[in-house]
């Protein structure tokens, strides 16, 4: 099994910019698709990007498109989710999770996850 730690969560005012980093052990990085959630107080867990095992495939949600920007680093184990010109309503705690059977918008199928970063956009 893979294991997963995020970071690069923090504090931020709108129209600001992060990038997250997800680093993974235990199993080879290479073979698997990652993806990226997000989940804000109350509401339920939801897809933001996904990007395949060699990283030439990804997939991004209507609300992220065009701002967040997904990449992945196979020789460093790492993916990363830069995201530009950052809006109160992106305030949530970000996942990623990885997947041996390719990319998907859905978290159910997804065989590991991280322990989540938060992030926070001030108005």
């Known amino acids: 099994q893979v294991q997963l730690v995020e970071s690069g969560g923090g504090l931020v005012q709108a129209g600001g910019s992060l990038r997250l980093s997800c680093t993974a052990s235990?199993?080879?990085?290479?073979?698997?698709?990652m993806g990226w959630f997000r989940q804000a107080p109350g509401k339920k867990r939801t897809f933001v990007a996904a990007?395949?095992?060699?990283?030439?495939?990804?997939d991004y949600a209507d609300s992220v498109k065009g701002r967040f920007t997904v990449s992945r680093d196979n020789a460093k184990s790492t993916v990363y989710l830069q995201m530009n010109t950052l809006k109160p309503e992106d305030t949530a705690v970000y996942y990623c999770g990885a997947r041996r059977d390719g990319a998907s918008r859905y978290d159910s199928v997804y065989d590991a996850w991280g322990q989540g970063t938060q992030v926070t956009v001030s108005s």
């Open positions: 990007i395949g095992w060699s990283g030439r495939s990804t």
């Open positions: 235990g199993r080879p990085f290479g073979s698997y698709a």
